[in-house]
């Protein structure tokens, strides 16, 4: 096992374990794999990520057959559809994390989406930081846990919105949880955390939530060359 698999699988557990402890997973909800060169490691199915062993882990080939370790989770389907689909735009993206937070699964039961030209999203530019570490998160319709077309529809949304100038950091799989995804389980999981936390604001605002202006938002893509 190369050091580099060894950091990935000690890495998950950290990730996993910081994540349960506050709150952002319950039970064996969630999931966190890495892309590796010749393959993938993912957590396994059922898995409480509080309490992840290095050398349980799934392992797979770079084709999604698995070789070693626990069953696998189900979601693996949608994981490396998620690296498939960011390959061509963002190929330094690592690591794929899912979780069932809860004021982001909250939003999706008010019934209350936010429509852009591209789709129904979770949230709309209410905060800089969103804005910078997020950006968008479109809104994926319910399909049961497991279900092969999920992996079909992110693929193609961040597909579609890469053609648009736009790259994904996550997608919201509604009644479900964010997927979201980045270079490292550490940077996935910073990303996860201020959707989460922003799900949580847009909570506590209410209805009568703004968001920032033009001129806000040309502010923040000049000095920090972040694009909504």
Not at 8 to 25: N, P, Q, T
Not at 50 to 71: K, S
Not at 181 to 200: F, N
Request: hydrophobic share 45%.
């Amino acid at each position: 096992m190369s050091p580099i698999e060894v950091q990935a699988r000690d890495e998950i557990c950290r990730v996993g374990k910081s994540l349960f402890d506050r709150g952002y997973v319950h039970a064996t909800a969630g999931n966190i794999s890495v892309r590796l060169d010749d393959g993938y490691l993912i957590t396994p199915t059922d898995a409480c990520l509080g309490q992840l062993e290095p050398a349980r882990l799934a392992r797979l080939d770079a084709a999604g057959a698995q070789t070693a370790g626990d069953r696998a989770s189900k979601t693996i389907a949608l994981h490396t559809q998620i690296y498939r689909a960011t390959a061509a735009f963002d190929p330094a993206v690592r690591c794929v994390i899912h979780t069932h937070s809860s004021h982001c699964v909250a939003l999706t039961l008010s019934g209350a989406p936010v429509s852009t030209a591209l789709g129904a999203e979770l949230l709309g530019p209410i905060t800089p930081y969103f804005v910078m570490k997020v950006g968008h998160v479109p809104l994926v319709p319910y399909h049961r846990p497991g279900d092969p077309a999920v992996a079909t529809l992110v693929g193609q949304t961040i597909m579609r919105y890469a053609q648009q100038g736009v790259l994904l950091r996550a997608v919201m799989l509604t009644r479900l949880g964010p997927n979201v995804w980045h270079q490292s389980p550490a940077a996935a999981m910073a990303t996860l955390e201020e959707l989460e936390e922003t799900a949580r604001l847009r909570t506590l605002a209410g209805p009568t939530v703004t968001d920032l202006t033009a001129a806000d938002l040309s502010a923040l893509a000049q000095q920090f060359g972040c694009v909504w």
